[in-house]
């Protein structure tokens, strides 16, 4: 019992752990033993989430009955799988190692302490199972001048290089690759070649980027104006004056922008004046950097825990055979879970004292939902409609109002966040908050799926794959369990229907499927971008924080169609934009169609698709006659002559390396990397995959003609980037 009087306690439904769930519990989440053996059960996984969440309730006066009751309601609102918390939540909590929250922003000041204690910020997050944020934005551009050396700074997309050769050598916790988000202000003099430095795939590929926009250049860019770029009038002292250094023409900056996100979704825009509107913790600074995926911009040294409810769960027919929201329900467990995020903050262990400050500061929380399209479905609700949007705005309004009181009556019981006392909102004698931020929408890639849930607010993005060629040769469906339920009740489920969609192909495209059918089951190729960001600004009303969604485009979408998108975000007060146009990439996230079995997520079942038989690749015959190129490059261990062949379609084939001088440890370790590296070519790996391995290792530094090359593999990196080769295709 809560001590506003909230019953903590509810009905327990037992969930079904689906086969594909099971997997990716197994792969990621269950613990296991010193031999690699699982020694957990999902059910001891919940167990464990929920000793550890409730025990902070000591803190608070308590009785251990009460305390007893109030695990089992954690247990019971994870084990329904109606709420669960971020996956470093599940893989760590009670386990004595590894951080509880997925969400950090790191400071980056313009010095090489500030730049190298970032670096090792960044490390120790990522090793802990933290994903980070930085702002760009305080470096100073490239080419100003350092008073303490007398040099020439490196400029930020050097030092992005840097932070990204650093996150590639650390796995989050053991378990997932690090992942990253650097944010430019478009004031910024070093903006252009921000916006461009990943338009070739698989650059700074564990690195998110996004233009940090105000609504003066939004504005300037309605009206067809120029827009100022700024920087310190001297860039040694921080407290100098901000001076104006140039003018830009606003929309050819956009315009570079938009035809980034058309070509491959990068940049991402974030909206840094509507980010800060409404901030509760303005009087500490102003938020210039985001998490990851972008839902959750912070501040310097914060951090967010992050909790999901599948909405879709509270849909409950009645006796008329109509279906509706159970909203008593739902409230009592958003009640419930924003105390069970508030009880992290306390139980977690962090990474950087700095950041544990920060975060007991200002207590931000972040509570989201997934499951919205399932539960527009069994609602019997199109995605692209007004009323789905109008119900969505209704959805996190009731959400926002039951953290917001559960916040209020927890600041009763516990005292407000610190950083309240200081706030405006504070002298103008307002009700105090536990948490300065209590929502956000999260992408819930993998707790989606142990839930069995859509994710986030995203619609259904496909509804039916296949995996082949398993079980001695037999093709078994996937299908989205809402569609294969309507489908068998309404008589046109076949064999045939489930071929064509796992082929990619479109259910608008079949006579046999009912209209009415058809119209529910639109997915997200199916709805227009215009009706994509208009839900996600329904959602955003109403959080305090941020929304990752993607806004998909069709692979025929043009460059005006982004643009318009991008406008319309900013118009209806969205707080950021991702968008991103099918086929696009090389590598895709989430496919449709055959080119691969691993077609309906980014394959966290790989291991599932082939039960554990290997799959190996066979490299090509090398020609009797191949043709290449040679460059000299200038290494620590002195001079490399680096030969790049290529195939008779003009793609890397193989590469050779020699020192200048013959012999030794230096020679031989330079033709083993250019054997692995050939191997690799010769069996079909993208060369850009080749070159980000080597690119970054480091053992004695030296410039060559303007580039800094760390190693010989960095020196053979460098030649298979540079133009000629690699083909443009190859390259894209």
Same mark, same amino acid.
Request: glycine content about 8%.
């Given at each position: 019992?809560?001590?506003?009087?909230?019953?903590?306690?509810?009905?327990?439904? =037992?969930?079904?752990?689906?086969?594909?769930?099971?997997?990716?519990?197994?792969?990621?989440?269950?613990?296991?033993?010193?031999?690699?053996?699982?020694?957990?059960?999902?059910?001891?996984?919940?167990?464990?989430?929920?000793?550890?969440?409730?025990?902070?309730?000591?803190?608070?006066?308590?009785?251990?009955?009460?305390?007893?009751?109030?695990?089992?309601?954690?247990?019971?609102?994870? +084990?329904?799988?109606?709420?669960?918390?971020? &996956?470093?939540?599940?893989?760590?909590?009670?386990?004595?190692?590894?951080?509880?929250?997925?969400?950090?922003?790191? =400071?980056?000041?313009?010095?090489?302490?500030?730049?190298?204690?970032? #670096?090792?910020?960044?490390?120790?997050?990522?090793?802990?199972?933290?994903?980070?944020?930085?702002?760009?934005?305080?470096?100073?551009?490239?080419?100003?001048?350092?008073?303490?050396?007398?040099?020439?700074?490196? @400029?930020?997309? +050097?030092?992005?290089?840097?932070?990204?050769?650093?996150?590639?050598?650390?796995?989050?916790?053991?378990?997932?690759?690090?992942?990253?988000?650097?944010?430019?202000?478009?004031?910024?003099?070093?903006?252009?070649?921000?916006?461009?430095?990943?338009?070739?795939?698989?650059?700074?590929?564990?690195?998110?980027?996004?233009?940090?926009?105000? $609504?003066?250049?939004?504005?300037?860019?309605?009206?067809?104006?120029?827009?100022?770029?700024?920087?310190?009038?001297?860039?040694?002292?921080?407290?100098?004056?901000?001076?104006?250094?140039?003018?830009?023409? %606003?929309?050819?900056? *956009?315009?570079?922008?938009?035809?980034?996100?058309?070509?491959?979704?990068?940049?991402?825009?974030?909206?840094?004046?509507?980010?800060?509107?409404?901030?509760?913790?303005?009087?500490? @600074?102003?938020?210039?950097?985001?998490? =990851?995926?972008?839902?959750?911009?912070?501040?310097?040294?914060?951090?967010?825990?992050?909790?999901?409810? $599948?909405?879709?769960?509270?849909?409950?027919?009645?006796?008329?055979?109509?279906? &509706?929201?159970?909203?008593?329900?739902?409230?009592?467990?958003?009640?419930? %879970?924003?105390?069970?995020?508030?009880?992290?903050?306390?139980?977690?262990?962090?990474?950087?004292?700095?950041?544990?400050?920060?975060?007991?500061?200002?207590?931000?929380?972040?509570?989201?939902?997934?499951?919205?399209?399932?539960?527009?479905?069994?609602? @019997?609700?199109?995605?692209?409609? !007004?009323? %789905?949007?109008?119900?969505?705005?209704?959805?996190?309004?009731?959400?926002?109002?039951?953290?917001?009181?559960?916040?209020?009556?927890?600041?009763?019981?516990?005292?407000?966040?610190?950083?309240?006392?200081?706030?405006?909102?504070?002298?103008?004698?307002?009700?105090?908050?536990?948490?300065?931020?209590?929502?956000?929408?999260?992408?819930?890639?993998?707790?989606?799926?142990?839930?069995?849930?859509?994710?986030?607010?995203?619609?259904?993005?496909?509804? #039916?794959?296949?995996?082949?060629?398993?079980?001695?040769?037999?093709?078994?469906?996937?299908?989205?369990?809402? *569609?294969?339920?309507?489908?068998? !009740?309404?008589?046109?489920?076949?064999?045939?229907?489930?071929?064509?969609?796992?082929?990619?192909?479109?259910?608008?495209?079949?006579?046999?499927?009912?209209?009415?059918?058809?119209?529910?089951?639109?997915?997200?190729?199916?709805?227009? =971008?215009?009706?994509?960001?208009?839900?996600?600004?329904?959602?955003?009303?109403?959080?305090?924080?941020?929304?990752?969604?993607?806004?998909?485009?069709?692979?025929?979408?043009?460059?005006?169609?982004?643009?318009?998108?991008?406008?319309?975000?900013?118009?209806?007060?969205?707080?950021?934009?991702?968008?991103?146009? #099918?086929?696009?990439?090389?590598?895709?996230?989430?496919?449709?169609?055959? +080119?691969?079995?691993?077609?309906?997520?980014? &394959?966290?079942?790989?291991?599932?698709?082939?039960?554990?038989?290997?799959?190996?690749?066979?490299?090509?015959?090398?020609?009797?006659?191949?043709?290449?190129?040679?460059?000299?490059?200038?290494?620590?261990?002195?001079?490399?002559?680096?030969?790049?062949?290529?195939?008779?379609?003009?793609?890397?084939?193989?590469?050779?390396?020699?020192? @200048?001088?013959?012999?030794?440890?230096?020679?031989?370790?330079?033709?083993?990397?250019?054997?692995?590296?050939?191997?690799?070519?010769?069996?079909?790996?993208?060369?850009?995959?080749?070159?980000?391995?080597?690119?970054?290792?480091?053992?004695?530094?030296?410039?060559? !003609?303007?580039?800094?090359?760390?190693?010989?593999?960095?020196?053979?990196?460098?030649?298979?980037?540079?133009?000629?080769?690699?083909?443009?295709?190859?390259?894209?």
């Amino acid at each position: 019992m809560s001590k506003n009087g909230t019953s903590l306690a509810q009905k327990f439904t =037992p969930a079904v752990i689906t086969d594909n769930a099971r997997v990716v519990l197994d792969k990621r989440y269950l613990q296991k033993n010193a031999v690699g053996k699982i020694v957990e059960t999902p059910e001891g996984m919940f167990r464990r989430v929920a000793k550890t969440l409730s025990a902070p309730e000591f803190k608070y006066e308590n009785t251990p009955a009460e305390v007893a009751e109030i695990e089992e309601s954690f247990f019971q609102m994870m +084990a329904s799988l109606e709420y669960l918390p971020n &996956s470093p939540t599940l893989m760590n909590a009670g386990t004595g190692a590894g951080t509880l929250s997925a969400c950090f922003v790191l =400071p980056l000041t313009d010095s090489m302490e500030g730049i190298m204690g970032a #670096a090792h910020d960044a490390a120790m997050v990522q090793k802990f199972g933290g994903g980070t944020g930085f702002a760009l934005s305080e470096l100073r551009p490239r080419g100003a001048g350092i008073m303490t050396t007398h040099g020439k700074a490196c @400029g930020p997309i +050097a030092v992005l290089r840097h932070l990204s050769s650093v996150s590639t050598l650390v796995t989050q916790g053991g378990k997932r690759d690090g992942a990253n988000m650097a944010v430019m202000d478009i004031h910024h003099p070093d903006i252009l070649e921000f916006i461009d430095c990943k338009k070739v795939e698989g650059e700074i590929h564990n690195f998110n980027i996004s233009v940090g926009a105000s $609504d003066e250049f939004m504005q300037a860019v309605k009206d067809g104006t120029t827009y100022p770029l700024r920087a310190l009038a001297n860039p040694s002292d921080p407290g100098s004056e901000m001076i104006e250094v140039d003018r830009l023409d %606003a929309r050819e900056v *956009f315009s570079k922008i938009v035809y980034g996100a058309w070509r491959n979704g990068e940049p991402g825009m974030i909206f840094l004046d509507e980010v800060n509107r409404n901030s509760p913790v303005l009087h500490l @600074g102003r938020i210039t950097a985001t998490n =990851p995926c972008g839902e959750q911009p912070l501040l310097p040294n914060e951090s967010c825990n992050l909790g999901s409810i $599948d909405v879709a769960k509270f849909v409950e027919a009645g006796s008329d055979g109509v279906s &509706s929201i159970n909203w008593n329900r739902l409230g009592k467990t958003v009640r419930l %879970a924003t105390r069970m995020l508030d009880n992290v903050i306390d139980a977690n262990k962090y990474a950087v004292p700095a950041i544990e400050e920060m975060t007991q500061a200002t207590r931000k929380l972040g509570l989201g939902v997934m499951g919205f399209a399932d539960m527009l479905v069994q609602l @019997g609700i199109p995605y692209d409609t !007004e009323q %789905a949007v109008e119900l969505g705005r209704k959805l996190m309004r009731f959400i926002m109002e039951n953290a917001d009181l559960e916040s209020l009556a927890m600041a009763e019981e516990r005292g407000p966040f610190p950083a309240w006392h200081d706030s405006d909102a504070a002298k103008r004698g307002e009700k105090p908050f536990r948490n300065a931020c209590r929502l956000t929408v999260a992408p819930t890639g993998t707790i989606s799926m142990i839930a069995g849930a859509s994710s986030g607010i995203e619609p259904i993005f496909s509804l #039916a794959f296949r995996k082949q060629n398993i079980l001695e040769g037999q093709t078994l469906y996937y299908v989205d369990k809402n *569609f294969d339920r309507i489908a068998k !009740e309404r008589g046109f489920h076949s064999d045939d229907l489930l071929e064509h969609l796992a082929n990619g192909g479109s259910l608008q495209d079949r006579d046999d499927v009912p209209d009415d059918v058809k119209r529910l089951f639109h997915v997200a190729s199916d709805i227009s =971008p215009r009706d994509h960001v208009l839900m996600q600004a329904a959602f955003q009303e109403s959080t305090d924080a941020g929304i990752s969604k993607t806004i998909n485009f069709p692979n025929e979408a043009t460059v005006e169609d982004v643009e318009d998108a991008y406008l319309l975000a900013w118009e209806t007060h969205c707080k950021g934009i991702t968008v991103y146009r #099918a086929g696009s990439r090389y590598k895709e996230v989430l496919t449709t169609g055959t +080119a691969d079995i691993s077609t309906a997520r980014y &394959s966290a079942l790989d291991e599932s698709d082939t039960f554990g038989i290997p799959q190996y690749i066979t490299p090509s015959d090398r020609p009797a006659v191949l043709h290449g190129i040679t460059r000299r490059v200038r290494t620590g261990r002195g001079n490399l002559f680096v030969t790049v062949n290529m195939s008779s379609d003009n793609r890397p084939f193989e590469v050779f390396a020699t020192h @200048g001088k013959a012999g030794g440890n230096d020679a031989a370790m330079a033709e083993a990397v250019s054997r692995m590296a050939s191997l690799a070519l010769r069996s079909g790996i993208d060369p850009v995959d080749v070159s980000e391995q080597l690119r970054g290792i480091t053992d004695v530094p030296a410039w060559d !003609e303007g580039e800094m090359i760390r190693s010989v593999p960095d020196a053979i990196a460098s030649v298979l980037d540079q133009p000629g080769s690699c083909s443009p295709s190859v390259r894209r």
